[in-house]
T-cell receptor
Framework: RKEVEQDPGPFNVPEGATVAFNCTYSNSASQSFFWYRQDCRKEPKLLMSVYSSGNEDGRFTAQLNRASQYISLLIRDSKLSDSATYLCVVFSGGGNKLTFGTGTQLKVEL | DVKVTQSSRYLVKRTGEKVFLECVQDMDHENMFWYRQDPGLGLRLIYFSYDVKMKEKGDIPEGYSVSREKKERFSLILESASTNQTSMYLC???????????????FGPGTRLTVL
């Protein structure tokens, strides 16, 4: 079983739609969780951290469920510019090492 | 702005060649990392370094070595390139971690290496 699993998609949604991605992780000792965004042929960039209480940044909401070992990302009012691959990333301690999911591709269409 | 630069965006090499990939960061970060990214496999850690002249194996170090002679520079070396090392190589850097806390990793633009 992969340490971090994501549905690869693609998720094709119309502009203005709400879309949600889930990610599961296998290491129950994982400490911190993140969503990174990667545009086509570009490097990954941190989108947001994920906290147990849930956190929101504009149109983006991230949630963590430790009991079920999954994290989620909700995007409201999708924009064309949201089209990208979203990487679920887990930090399990020790030297700033991260474990990356394979990513979920989002395509927002007119 | 943090800047991580990589020596080449695209590189084509032949099987058996020795290949050097260079990474430089300008933010005085202690930690530096080399990943490869392949379709369906995501980013996988090859090697990382906490300090000058210090290196640690990641998840897939076989066929690779690294060098960190200066704080700002971290080199990935393919001793004898093989076709299965055709991939996108990404370098990243971050501040040192204390008490198991995570510091954001900043990535370079990547080098797409093709081994023929």
């Amino acid at each position: 079983r992969k340490e971090v699993e994501q549905d690869p998609g693609p998720f094709n949604v119309p502009e203005g739609a709400t879309v949600a991605f889930n990610c599961t992780y296998s290491n129950s000792a994982s400490q911190s969780f993140f969503w990174y965004r990667q545009d086509c042929r570009k490097e990954p960039k941190l989108l947001m951290s994920v906290y147990s209480s849930g956190n929101e940044d504009g149109r983006f909401t991230a949630q963590l469920n430790r009991a079920s070992q999954y994290i989620s990302l909700l995007i409201r009012d999708s924009k064309l510019s949201d089209s990208a691959t979203y990487l679920c990333v887990v930090f399990s301690g020790g030297g700033n090492k991260l474990t990356f999911g394979t990513g979920t591709q989002l395509k927002v269409e007119l | 702005d943090v800047k991580v630069t990589q020596s080449s965006r695209y590189l084509v090499k032949r099987t058996g060649e020795k290949v050097f990939l260079e990474c430089v960061q300008d933010m005085d970060h202690e930690n530096m990392f080399w990943y490869r990214q392949d379709p369906g496999l995501g980013l996988r850690l090859i090697y990382f370094s906490y300090d000058v002249k210090m290196k640690e194996k990641g998840d897939i170090p076989e066929g690779y070595s690294v060098s960190r002679e200066k704080k700002e520079r971290f080199s990935l070396i393919l001793e004898s390139a093989s076709t299965n090392q055709t991939s996108m190589y990404l370098c990243a850097s971050s501040l040192a971690s204390a008490d198991q806390l995570y510091n954001e990793q900043f990535f370079g633009p990547g080098t797409r290496l093709t081994v023929l």
